[in-house]
């Protein structure tokens, strides 16, 4: 079993930079506070999920290939 300290949250930086945002509107997006349009939040829960799940997905196949070893 992967241990919970394997996965990795992505960082604020790199959902901004997925979602075309600054790290405050991550934040607030995240945090559901602040002044954003509803596209926007969508926007940003969407890229992170999406590198949520790249993470999530590196960490299996590397668990994987410590299991053939």
């Keep these: 079993m ?5 996965w990795r949250r992505p960082t604020l930086g790199a959902v901004a930079a997925r979602a075309g945002v600054s790290t405050a509107t991550v934040s607030n997006a995240l945090n559901g506070t602040g002044r ?3 596209a926007t939040r969508q926007r940003v ?3 992170a999920r999406t590198l949520a799940d790249a993470d999530a997905d590196a960490d299996l196949a590397l668990y994987a290939l410590r299991g053939r070893s």
Aim: charged share 20%.
């Design 36 to 38: 954003l349009s509803e």
């Design 2 to 6: 992967i241990s919970s300290r394997s």
């Design 45 to 47: 829960l969407a890229a």
